[in-house]
């Protein structure tokens, strides 16, 4: 299976059939869902996973996401749903939130990476619920890149770094939410946030009440793969409170979602990514990573993001970036 180069596959029907054998089969396939695309295999099986960690060159510590084509199967691989977890589920899904309950034994240890939680989520593209009731299984799915790199939001960006490793591509167009998805645990004496995404931390508060909500640093002692370091492009890129602050002696590159007028700046920065022209935070999200891969791309010798409001989606923007300034 190794040096296939993957075919990005744009006529549907035939090719979901064709990647959920695929997944039967014991591969991996990339897929769309509505926050980023991802790398499925089936995920009861173990040998299957192994081969998404092997393909993204993920560590073994950082556990996977199972994917359900339908609620009723959430019973099937937790052990108990406490009320607050169905509340989500029953307003949220299919949709971009992620929830970690108890796992039932069926679960595979390299699932969940040993831990007790397993993480589950039913998405909200039509791909990918076509994809995994056909597959028949639940379907465990990191986002499709490299471990550590930016997550792809179109099957080019999945090509681009998997694509001489997975067997198929399945081709659904810009991702429509563009941020991962909201993880909620249920393990904690309290709901816990282990990860700002699709769903708003305000959406999430106002269906249970109030979560607990580590910071940013904290999140890596909940979470094994939530590293402080990641989504990292090549260039370097820091966070900035304000275009003056940006050092005037490098070709920068400049990532903000206000409106800058370019003639303002100085003359260091040559290229500039608005992710809304007016501010619409779920804009943003939609086109922040492939906004740094452009940027990325760009021949900058330094990216400079500006923070976006934490309020919304803004709390899941911020974080990427946050995340993304962190030296490895
Ligand atoms: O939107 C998404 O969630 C995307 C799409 C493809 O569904 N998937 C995704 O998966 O972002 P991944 O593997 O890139 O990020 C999943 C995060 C990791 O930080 C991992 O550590 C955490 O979820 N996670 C997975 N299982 C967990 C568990 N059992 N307990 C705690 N954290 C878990
Ligand atoms: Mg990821």
Redesign the pocket.
């Known amino acids: 299976m190794k040096n296939n180069i993957a075919t990005i596959m744009i006529n549907h029907n035939e090719q979901i059939q064709k990647a959920a054998d695929i997944i039967r089969n014991g591969g991996a396939v990339a897929f769309p ?1 509505e ?4 790398l499925g295999a089936n995920g009861l099986n173990e040998k299957a996973a192994a081969r998404i960690f092997e393909i993204k060159k993920r560590p073994f510590f ?4 199972l ?1 359900i084509g339908g609620k009723e199967w959430t019973g099937e691989l937790a052990i108990d749903v406490p009320a607050p977890a169905q509340k989500l589920i029953d307003r949220f899904w299919p949709g ?1 939130l ?1 929830v ?1 309950l108890p796992k039932k034994s069926a679960v595979p240890d390299i699932i ?2 040993g ?1 007790p ?3 589950i ?1 039913m ?1 909200s593209n039509d791909i990918a619920l076509q994809l995994i009731a056909l597959a028949g299984v639940p379907v465990a ?3 499709a890149n490299l471990f550590g790199a930016v ?1 792809p939001t179109t099957a080019e960006h999945v090509r681009e770094q998997l694509g001489a490793n997975v067997e198929m591509i399945i081709d659904g167009g810009m991702c429509t939410v563009g941020v ?2 909201t ?1 909620v ?1 249920f393990m904690t004496d309290a709901p816990m946030l ?2 700002p ?2 769903i708003t931390i305000e959406e999430i508060e106002e269906a249970i009440g109030e979560i607990i909500i580590p910071k940013h640093d904290e999140f890596v002692n ?5 590293n402080d370091s990641h989504y990292a492009t090549k260039t370097p890129l820091f966070l900035v409170d304000d275009v003056d602050s940006i050092d005037k002696n490098v070709n920068a590159g400049l990532l903000t979602a206000a409106l800058i007028n370019p003639k303002t700046l100085s003359p260091n920065i040559t290229k500039i990514e608005c992710l809304s022209t007016t501010g619409d935070l779920r804009e943003a999200a939609c086109n922040l990573f492939a906004a740094m891969r452009r940027l990325d791309a760009s021949g900058v010798d330094m990216i400079a993001a500006l923070p976006v409001p934490d309020t919304g989606l803004g709390a899941a923007i911020n974080d990427r970036l946050y995340r993304a300034s962190r030296k490895r």
Do not use: C, N, W
């Not at 926050?35 to 991802?38: N, P």
């Not at 950082?62 to 996401?65: F, G, K, R, S, V």
């Not at 909940?222 to 939530?226: A, V």
């Open positions: 869902t926050t980023v695309y991802g950082d556990p996977l996401i994917h971009p992620t970690v969940t990476s831990l939680g397993v993480a989520r998405p799915a990191p986002s997550s991962e998805s993880i645990s282990l990860r995404g699709g909940q979470s094994p793969g939530r």
